[in-house]
């Protein structure tokens, strides 16, 4: 699997400078898009279920529920 995080905010964003992050904290997972990027990782999901993605470079960060997803791993 490869996800790949674009940021389309310029270095003069107000929270972040721009940078965007997308992260997976029970599978170790992190990608840093620099302002106006964008960066990819590829990835093996060994366990199925359900992780909760965040960004807490900016826009209120981890403790924002909008910054937050879901990826769901199946079989």
């Known amino acids: ?3 790949r995080l ?8 107000t929270d972040g400078g721009g940078q ?7 599978l170790g997972l992190n ?5 106006l990027g ?3 990782l590829t ?3 060994d366990q199925q279920g359900t992780y909760t993605f965040y960004c807490d ?3 209120g960060g981890r403790a924002n529920p909008t910054m937050q997803g879901t990826l ?3 079989a």
């Not at 389309?8 to 964003?13: A, E, I, P, S, T």
């Open 43 to 45: 990835f093996i999901p």
């Open 6 to 13: 674009t940021s389309v905010d310029n270095q003069f964003h």
């Open 31 to 35: 990608i840093v898009a620099p302002a």
């Open 57 to 59: 470079i900016c826009c």
């Open 1 to 3: 699997m490869t996800v």
């Open 20 to 26: 965007h992050q997308w992260a997976v904290d029970e």
């Open 72 to 74: 769901i791993v199946e």
């Open 38 to 40: 964008s960066e990819s």
